[in-house]
């Protein structure tokens, strides 16, 4: 079982050449793939990521994200994605990544998402199994006590939505 948030980080990243845009910097498309990929991967250590999408068809849905740009990355810059969960209830997920230069330790960049657990065969919402539910609640709440990061404002909530 991971523990808390220092388990959930990716191994070390270079920026490649083929992530670079016409301004010299990381591409904002690339921020979002570099955090869906090692997303997928690090929920693997809670076995609900890409290796039990792949065995149970059964997955995370993304509703929504909310990316923040703090800084850009440039070719040969190297980061490491950590994964924190921050919430979870019996079918959604809300988590907050944080991409972090090797270099320095500053966050670069953060998104939160929201997921659903979602049925690939039925194309529908699906309860997570009752160890799925309790390593994620085991998850949250050791890494409750951790602070959110300097000017992050929470985005999401598993509960009702509220109105506009």
């Known amino acids: 079982m ?3 948030i220092s388990d959930l980080v990716s191994p070390p990243i270079a920026i490649d050449a083929a992530w670079i845009d016409a301004y010299g910097h990381m591409n ?3 921020y979002v793939r570099l955090f869906d990929t090692q997303c997928g991967r690090l929920l ?3 076995d609900i990521g890409d290796a039990y999408t792949a065995r149970a068809r059964r997955g995370l849905f993304v509703l929504d994200v909310a990316v923040n740009y703090r800084r850009e990355l440039v070719v040969g810059d190297v980061v490491r994605v950590e994964l924190r969960l921050i919430e979870a209830d019996d ?3 809300v988590s907050l990544m944080a991409l972090r230069d090797q270099a320095d330790g500053a966050i670069v960049a953060t998104q ?6 979602t ?3 039925a194309r529908r919402v699906t309860a997570f ?3 799925q539910r309790e390593r994620l609640a085991d998850s949250v709440a050791r890494q409750a006590a951790l602070p959110l990061p300097a000017r992050h404002v ?3 909530r598993t509960g009702p939505r509220q109105a506009d």
């Open 2 to 4: 991971p523990d808390a």
């Open 28 to 30: 904002m498309a690339e």
């Open 44 to 46: 693997d250590r809670l």
């Open 91 to 93: 079918k959604r997920l």
């Open 112 to 117: 939160e998402q929201l997921a659903i657990h």
């Open 119 to 121: 049925d690939l065969d």
């Open 129 to 131: 199994t009752p160890e």
């Open 154 to 156: 929470r985005r999401f």
